[in-house]
C-alpha cells in the first residue's frame, strides 16, 4: 500500500493489520509523521509533533502484538489529541501564549484511557485559545485551516483534529464540544462528528463542566464508535450518569435500527434564508433517502430548540465556566481579548443569575425531552453556512456573539440539553465544501444515533471523498 492509501484505511482496520502483523505500528506511524511534514505547514493543524513519543509507543505496541491474548482494541492506532487535553510529557498549550512551553506530568482522565485502548499519540491539534470559538485561530500560533480550501477556517474548537482527520495526518482524532465543537470542523472539514450524551465520556480532574464533552472526529462511523467505546467508561461520583448502553457502540454499527420516527427540520426555525441552500438541500435529500430506507419521516422540530433565549443562556453558561478556571490559567492580561471579554461576561452576572441561568437549561431540556418521546430522531443541518475566510473572526467581541452564532445555530442547543448528536460528512456545496448533516437523538441513545449514521454511510458512502492534495 501506498502511504496515501494506508494514511486513509479506517482505523478499525488498522487495528486489525497489526494484530494480523501485516503492517507494524511504527510504520504506520512513521507514515503518518512523512504526511504531517508534508501537509502541515500548509494546514496548521498539529500545533505540537510527538514523533520521538510516538515511534517510542509504536515500537511497545508492535511488541505486544503475539503476546498477551487479549490485546487493546486500538493497540498500535496513530492517533492526535486535541490541545485542550493534558497529556504527560507532550506539550499542552490551550491555545494560549503563555504556555507555549508547558509540558504536563500527567495525562487527564481522557487521554488515558486512550493510552489503555493502545493507542500511539502522535501529537496536538491546534485550537482557538481555551476553546472558546467555532474558528481555530489562537493568536499566537498558526491558524486551523481547511483541508479542502486552505484560506478558508477548519472550524472550531476541535478546528485541527478535524483537519488532521480529513487530510490523512492520523487515523482518527479525539475532540471536545461545548457548543459544536466536534461537529462544526467535521461539518467544514468533510469528517464524521460525535458529540456523546453529557457524562457519556467523563473529563477529569477538574470535575466535567455543564457543557463540554469528548467525543471522536474520524472518517467512519466504525471508528468513532471503537474510540467511543474506549472513552466511554463512567467513573464513581460522576456528576452526569446517562444511562448504561445495552452492549458495546462498535456492535451498533450495521446493527438494524428498525423503522424509526425521525424528525427533519432544514432551518433555524426564524427565516430560512440563514440557511444557505446546499445546506437545506442536504437535509432535503437526506429525509428522502431515510425515506427510502422505511423511515417515517415528518417536518418538526423541538418549539424552542433554536431561540436566542437558549443560545444566550448556553453563552452565559459557557462564561461562567470559563471564569471558574481563571485561577489555574496564565494572567488574564495575556489572553485573547474575546476571552478577556467573555469572563467579563460571567462577572457581570450575580450568582442568583447564573442559577436562574442553570435553572432555565434544565426546564427547556425537560420540554425538549419530551420531544424525544414522540420522536427517535431529529435530522438538521450541521451549520448554516460554507466555513468563513481564515481571518474573518479576529476582533470579534461579545457584542458580535449573534453574528457568530449565525454561522453554526443548531449546535449548541443540545449542549445545553445534554442530547447526543453528529455530524455526517453527506454531500458537498457548489465550490466542493464538504456540507455536514446532524443526527440528534435521545439523551443517552448514542445506539439509535449510530445505527442511522451507519446506515446513512452505507447507502451514501463517503469514505473515498479526500480533500484536494491530500
Known amino acids: ?114 493510552r489503555r485502548a493502545g493507542c500511539v499519540i502522535l501529537g496536538k491539534t491546534i485550537v482557538p485559545e481555551f476553546g472558546t470559538l467555532n474558528v481555530s485561530e489562537p493568536p499566537a500560533y498558526p491558524p486551523g485551516r481547511n483541508p479542502w480550501a486552505p484560506e478558508h477556517s477548519a472550524g472550531g474548537s476541535s478546528g485541527g483534529a ?86 458495546p457502540f462498535a456492535a451498533e454499527v450495521g446493527a438494524d435500527p428498525g423503522r424509526l420516527r425521525i424528525a427533519v427540520h432544514p432551518h433555524p426555525g426564524r427565516t430560512t434564508e440563514q440557511v444557505a441552500p ?64 467573555l469572563v467579563g461576561v460571567a462577572r457581570a452576572q450575580s450568582a442568583t443569575d447564573l442559577a436562574g441561568a442553570r435553572q432555565s437549561a434544565l426546564v427547556a431540556t425537560h420540554e425538549i425531552a419530551e420531544f424525544f418521546s414522540d420522536h427517535d430522531l431529529l435530522v438538521t443541518p450541521t451549520v448554516a453556512q460554507a466555513p468563513p475566510a481564515v481571518g474573518w473572526a479576529r476582533g470579534l467581541s461579545f457584542d458580535d456573539l449573534l453574528e457568530l452564532a449565525a454561522l453554526t445555530p443548531f449546535t449548541g442547543a443540545w449542549n445545553l440539553t445534554g442530547h447526543p448528536a453528529a455530524s455526517l460528512p453527506l454531500a458537498t456545496d457548489g465550490d ?10 435521545a439523551h443517552g441513545d448514542e445506539a439509535t444515533v449510530l445505527r442511522v449514521s451507519a446506515q446513512l454511510e452505507a447507502a451514501r458512502s463517503w469514505a473515498d471523498r479526500h480533500p484536494p492534495g491530500s
Open 278 to 341: 446546499a445546506h437545506r438541500r442536504a437535509v432535503e435529500d437526506v429525509a428522502v433517502l431515510l425515506t427510502e430506507l422505511g423511515h417515517q419521516v415528518i417536518e418538526n422540530a423541538p418549539a424552542r430548540a433554536y431561540a436566542d433565549e437558549l443560545m444566550l443562556l448556553t453563552a452565559s453558561i459557557l462564561a461562567a465556566d470559563e471564569d471558574a478556571q481563571t485561577p489555574t490559567r496564565p494572567p488574564e492580561d495575556t489572553w485573547d481579548p474575546w476571552n478577556r471579554t
Open 1 to 114: 500500500m501506498t502511504d496515501d492509501d494506508l494514511a486513509f484505511t479506517a482505523a478499525v482496520e488498522q487495528a486489525a493489520m497489526i494484530r494480523r502483523r501485516e503492517i507494524s505500528s511504527v510504520e504506520l506511524v512513521e507514515c503518518y509523521l512523512r504526511r504531517i511534514e508534508q501537509h502541515n505547514d500548509r494546514l496548521g493543524a498539529f500545533v505540537t509533533v510527538a514523533a520521538d513519543q510516538a515511534l517510542d509507543a509504536a515500537h511497545r505496541a508492535d511488541r505486544m502484538v503475539g503476546g498477551e491474548a487479549d490485546l487493546p482494541p486500538l493497540l498500535g492506532v496513530p492517533v492526535s489529541v486535541k490541545d485542550l487535553n493534558e497529556t504527560a510529557g507532550i506539550r499542552t498549550t490551550h491555545g494560549t501564549a503563555e504556555w507555549a512551553d508547558r509540558v504536563p506530568d500527567r495525562d487527564d482522565a481522557v487521554v488515558a484511557r486512550m
Open 162 to 247: 478535524a483537519a488532521a482527520a480529513s487530510a490523512g495526518l492520523c487515523a482518527l482524532s479525539q475532540g471536545s464540544d461545548a457548543g459544536g465543537s466536534i461537529r462544526i470542523p467535521s461539518a467544514w472539514s468533510g469528517c464524521y462528528g460525535i458529540k456523546p450524551s453529557r457524562g457519556r465520556v467523563p473529563w477529569g480532574p477538574p470535575p466535567d463542566p455543564f457543557l463540554w464533552v469528548n467525543g471522536p472526529i474520524t472518517r467512519t462511523v466504525a471508528d468513532a464508535a471503537a474510540l467511543l467505546d474506549a472513552l466511554a467508561r463512567p467513573r464513581r461520583g460522576d456528576s452526569y450518569t446517562p444511562p448504561a448502553p445495552a452492549r
Open 432 to 441: 466542493g465544501f464538504p456540507v455536514g448533516v446532524q443526527v440528534i437523538g
